[in-house]
């Protein structure tokens, strides 16, 4: 039994358009911190955006403007709506829930302070021509 699983990764060129889904089970994507993150092969995982149960959020410098993070409360489900997508943003995406877990700005390097319970399996995301 998977908590939260990731969908709709895939190969897109550059320039093109993505929307994933993290689809939870028992949690509540409101009442948690939720977010996405990122690790491309041979680099550091790093963190993507965040919304909190209050609907704050926060992007990484460079995704803003690109991608959107969002939440849809009747189907307890996640997403991340990306656009324009650049080489760059190859990499495997994943999706965490913390219960008590700040989205304020820098909450990317503070996941060891805080308890981020659950994490996705991952989807792969691979922006190439």
């Known amino acids: 039994v998977v908590e939260l699983v990731e969908s709709g990764g895939t190969s897109v060129q550059p320039g093109g358009s993505l929307r994933l889904s993290c689809s939870a089970s028992?949690?509540?994507?409101?009442?948690?911190?939720m977010a996405w993150f990122r690790q491309a092969p041979g680099k550091a995982r790093e963190g993507v955006a965040c919304i909190n149960g209050y609907g704050s959020l926060e992007y990484a410098d460079s995704v803003k403007g690109r991608f959107a993070i969002s939440r849809d409360n009747a189907d307890n489900t996640l997403y991340l709506q990306m656009t324009d997508l650049k080489f760059e943003d190859t990499a495997t995406y994943y999706c965490a829930a913390a219960t008590f877990a700040p989205c304020v700005p820098g909450w990317e390097t503070k996941v060891g302070q805080y308890d981020y319970k659950y994490w996705g399996q991952g989807t792969q995301v691979t922006v190439s021509a």
């Open positions: 028992t949690l509540t994507v409101s009442n948690n911190l």
